[in-house]
């Protein structure tokens, strides 16, 4: 596990990252220097749903799968990011996530995820966009 530098190589992906895509280059660096880049072989578990979370995701490549109850939830591809509501809401993991391929993944453990939160706005602005957005999906499926 080597921790993540700001590369340009790495700055590019994260511009291509939607949830990034709005920042301007101080902010793309000041992200760059969060989170460790891990590469995982398939099966690996990432998160375990009702455990507590410590730790946020970017998947930077390859694939993963979101279960709750043994059922899918949703699938994650380059560029999304999970694992954000046990962090802001301090609970338990909704969902267990585990690599469907080798993936290489860019970890932001809970004290990096707050510090970007924090000093990037913007991106405190999409994260929680995407989580309102999963969350009433969730209620919609409840009730269909």
Avoid: N
Avoid at 79 to 95: H, K, N, V, W
Avoid at 123 to 133: D, K
Wanted: aromatic share 6%; hydrophobic share 40%.
């Amino acid at each position: 596990m080597a921790k993540g530098g700001a590369t340009d190589g790495y700055l590019e992906r994260l511009r291509s990252v939607p949830l990034f895509a709005e920042c301007d280059d101080a902010e793309l660096r000041q992200v760059g220097t969060l989170g460790t880049e891990i590469t995982l072989p398939a099966g690996r578990v990432l998160t375990t749903e009702g455990e507590r979370g410590q730790e946020a995701f970017l998947l930077e490549e390859g694939q993963a799968v979101a279960t709750r109850g043994g059922q899918e939830i949703a699938r994650f591809g380059p560029g999304d990011f999970f694992g954000e509501m046990a962090l802001i809401g301090d609970r338990p993991r909704s969902a267990t996530v585990t690599t469907e391929s080798e993936v290489l993944v860019r970890a932001f453990h809970s004290s990096e995820f707050r510090r970007m939160m924090i000093d990037v706005p913007s991106i405190a602005l999409r994260i929680l966009t995407t989580m309102a957005s999963r969350l009433a999906s969730a209620e919609d499926a409840a009730t269909h």
